[in-house]
């Protein structure tokens, strides 16, 4: 990550953040610069233990009592690397702490909000749902009950007529009878004709004779 | 047409006061039957939407179940021929009789493919008016437009159809319905001018069961005109002589007990010690001049009026015997003989039993009406009762259809022939 405002150096050891400022010839070049990196490196907000690192040449300069006194380790940075002053931990303010609680609280109760209206949304989804597919279900029971009524009238109507034309069947099949003689209107008297298929009481008729000269009598 | 065709397609169509008998000649000896009734259901009822009825008005042999309360009946049943006679205007009447009539038509419709319609022949009472002729003409020429079922169609009175079933040329039928008797001679034709009509016929003997099951503590069933009917059928005896049936029926009150069962009912009619009354149904048909039938007529029971119908003059009073007698001799002289020759019974009223163990004082309807002719001195008569009277008309009608020429055309002059209906 980029480091700004001479940090040089951040890195977690364990449970502890630790920063490392760095004094460079460039901070002791730059009007008010020094004094802005060791401001930033007292206040060492967000870490556990701060450090100033510095040339052995810039280090002879530094008081190593102050930063002992403010709780900021100081590396004195040469062939090897020398810890001056060791860096005091520091402690993080009590009302972060509070504030992360109640943070934390807030992210449980926003969390429980989220599930319950999660259920009510499913709550208010089923019963949707289930109204669709009861006025579906009425519509479908009015369609069978239709469909049976039709059904139930166009099986009234066929059986009626097969009844109906059982009956003609049996009928024919009664009347079937031996042959007798009777006159066929229209022809001249004397001439019979076999009078199958007809019922019994065209049977020696006087009225077919009488009837079948309707129109030709004159 | 052929004369084979006439043999499949000849249509008959009887008109009866109480059914309409109908069907082609193919159905042999018996027609279809279905009472001559039309039922209009109350439209706005909940029942007559959730039945899913259609017609304004119902006909044929499912009319039974759609029947309202007993209420309604009477403001919604019709029946169009009860008297013989439709009045011209009455449009509910007519409705009906169009409605039966395609209702029988519609019955025996053919698939046949060289059927061109059928040649009917409809039977009307003979005491029909020329506009009953018309409007059946009417009728039948908008059920061919409708259906094309009729090809022609004729129109003749109902004794000369029973005179046609019963081979007889020359005779007397006397054919009695629900509302009337006719007494019609016949010469080859209705002599129309000697016919005598009577204002009584099966309606008249229900009505007099009706005040006896009253009279023997049945109120109730004494409403039920079709129960009333088929009481008077099932106990109902016609008496050799009234007043010594009475007698003897009251002496031996268990042997001329009348009981009778509704069939597929628990109802029971018994006329216990009023039994003897069962003789009057029969004698009332004949003769209501009878004195017994005085006390009746002092209760409420109608008496049979005289009453005039266009020119038609209907007999209330009159025995069946004085009938006979009044109508034959309206004939010429030398005709006499051969109508006396053959009489002929038609008709739902003239099929009475009678029992052998009463045969000493129960008779037929054929003996009785020559013991009326007898008292008044005509003898030697031939009087027959049609063996199946139901069904004589419907006969009659398909044996004129089948004989008459079909280029013999309808004449309103000599009322016969065939009015074309479609080629």
């Known amino acids: ?45 967000n870490f556990d233990l701060v450090y100033v690192a510095a040339p052995k040449l810039i280090a002879t300069v530094l008081d190593a009592s102050v930063f002992v006194e403010l709780g900021v380790g100081l590396l004195v940075v040469g062939e090897n690397v020398v810890e001056a002053a060791p860096a005091k931990k520091r402690s993080q303010p009590i009302i972060g702490e509070d504030l992360r609680r109640r943070l934390m609280r807030l992210e449980e109760r926003i969390d429980a909000l989220e599930a319950e209206e999660a259920r009510s949304e499913g709550v208010e989804s089923l019963t949707e749902r ?19 009524r039709r059904l139930d009238a166009t099986l009234s109507g066929i059986l009626a007529k097969v009844n109906a034309l059982e009956e003609v069947l049996v009928s024919l099949k009664r009347v079937k009878m031996p042959a007798v003689s009777v006159k066929e209107p ?3 008297p004397g001439v019979t004709v076999a009078d199958e298929g007809l019922p019994s009481f065209f049977k020696d008729n006087p009225w077919l004779k009488i009837l079948s000269s309707k129109g030709r009598e004159s | 047409m052929s004369e084979v065709y006439k043999r499949k397609y000849t249509f008959g169509e009887d008109y009866g006061t109480s059914d309409y008998k109908f069907g082609p000649i193919t159905l042999g000896e018996r027609p279809e039957v279905i009472e001559n009734r039309g039922y209009f259901p109350d439209t706005s009822s909940i029942m007559f939407k959730l039945m899913g009825v259609k017609k304004d008005v119902i006909v044929g042999k499912d009319l039974a179940v759609h ?6 009946l009477t403001s919604h049943l019709v029946y169009p021929m009860r008297k013989g006679v439709v009045d011209r205007g009455d449009e509910k009447a007519w409705k009906v009789i169009y409605e039966i009539t395609r209702y029988g038509l519609d019955f025996f419709r053919q698939s046949d493919p060289d059927f061109k319609g059928f040649y009917v022949c409809a039977a009307l009472s003979a005491i029909a008016p020329r506009y009953m002729y018309e409007k059946i003409f009417e009728i039948h020429r908008k059920i061919d437009e409708e259906t094309k079922l009729i090809k022609a169609v004729t ?17 007397i039928v006397i054919e009695s319905g629900h509302g009337n008797t006719q007494v019609c001679p016949i010469s080859r034709y209705p002599v129309k001018g000697a016919m005598v009509v009577l204002n009584r016929g099966g309606s008249d003997a229900d009505a007099l069961t009706s005040q006896i099951l009253y009279d023997a503590g049945y109120s109730d069933i004494a409403k039920e005109e ?5 009481i008077k059928e099932a106990l ?12 003897v029926a009251k002496q031996k009150p268990e042997l001329f007990r ?19 009354a069962r003789f009057l149904i029969g004698e009332y048909v004949f003769n209501p001049k009878h004195e017994i039938f005085k006390s009746y007529f002092k209760r409420g029971m109608p008496k049979p009026k005289d009453v005039k119908v266009g020119e038609i003059l209907f007999r209330g009073m009159l025995d069946l015997g004085e009938s006979v007698i009044e109508s034959v001799e309206k004939c010429p002289i030398e005709l006499q003989p051969y109508l006396y020759g053959k009489v002929l019974l038609s008709g739902g009223n003239f099929h009475w039993r009678a029992p052998p163990q009463f045969r000493e004082v129960a008779v037929d309807s054929a003996t009785k009406l020559k013991l009326l002719l007898a008292e008044k001195g005509v003898e030697n008569v031939t009087v027959e009762v049609a063996p199946e009277p139901k069904f004589s008309v419907w006969r009659g009608c398909i044996i004129y259809g089948y004989a008459v020429p079909e280029d013999y055309t309808w004449s309103w002059d000599n009322m016969e022939g065939w009015l074309r209906i479609h080629d």
Not at chain 2, 262 to 273: A, F, H, N, Y
């Open chain 1, 130 to 148: 289930i109204t669709r597919l009861e006025l579906e279900v009425e519509a479908l029971k009015d369609n069978i009950s239709k469909s049976l």
């Open chain 2, 226 to 230: 079709a129960l009333v009917r088929r």
């Open chain 2, 258 to 276: 009348a009981k009778y069962r509704v069939p597929g009912t628990r109802i029971e009619v018994d006329l216990g010690k009023e039994s003897w």
């Open chain 1, 1 to 45: 990550m980029p480091l700004q405002g001479g940090l040089g150096l951040a890195f977690e050891k364990g449970d502890e953040r630790v920063a490392v400022f760095i004094i460079d010839e460039e901070a002791v070049k730059l009007r008010g610069e020094l004094i802005k990196r060791l401001m930033k490196a007292s206040r060492g907000e």
């Open chain 2, 236 to 247: 109902g005896l016609v008496p050799r002589k009234l007043d010594e049936a009475v007698e």
């Open chain 2, 67 to 72: 029947l309202g309360s007993r209420e309604e």
């Open chain 1, 186 to 188: 229209g022809l001249e």
């Open chain 2, 155 to 171: 129109i003749i009175p109902q004794p000369l159809a029973v005179a046609i079933a019963h081979k007889v040329p020359t005779c």
